[in-house]
């Protein structure tokens, strides 16, 4: 099943991440509207505010290599071993919603998974159809 599968793509690339300086690991993963799977973890850097989220990451991933006719985001799994839920930043939330992404899933305490419809996680929000 779709969700199953980026909450596990997600958990397993928080294992990744290049966190040395905050310790505090994250991975995503976006389901495309195509039903591809993107993931990402963060990338910190010792100018810390150049640090990048997992998030934004599987993004980048997921224009990098998906065809230009599947850039829809269904929906966006975050995790993080550290802290639960994990939700994504207010960067993020803008990249996300660039490519209209759906739904935002994160863990509760209990790691069952928490759905959120993205107007919620990001209300009236700016995007490419008022330029
Ligand atoms: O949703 C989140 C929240 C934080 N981080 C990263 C940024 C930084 O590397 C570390 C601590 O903020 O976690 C993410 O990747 N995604
Ligand atoms: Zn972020």
């Known amino acids: 099943m ?7 793509a997600a958990r397993a690339v928080s294992r990744q991440a290049y966190a040395p300086y905050s310790g505090f690991r994250v ?25 990048i989220c997992a998030e934004r990451g599987a993004v980048m991933k997921m224009i990098a290599d998906a065809p230009p006719d599947d ?20 960067a993020c939330r803008q990249v996300l919603r660039e ?17 959120y419809p993205f107007e919620e996680i990001l209300p009236n929000s700016f995007g490419p159809e008022a330029l």
């Open 2 to 8: 779709e969700l199953r599968d980026a909450i596990d």
């Open 27 to 51: 991975g995503a993963a976006i389901v495309t509207e195509g039903g591809a799977l993107y993931d990402g973890c963060n990338v910190e850097n010792a100018s810390f505010g150049l640090s």
């Open 99 to 115: 490519f209209g992404c759906e739904e935002v899933v994160v863990l509760d305490a209990e790691g069952n998974p928490r759905r």
């Open 71 to 90: 850039h829809g985001i269904r929906l966006v799994a975050v995790v993080s071993p550290n802290t639960a839920p994990c939700f994504p930043c207010g």
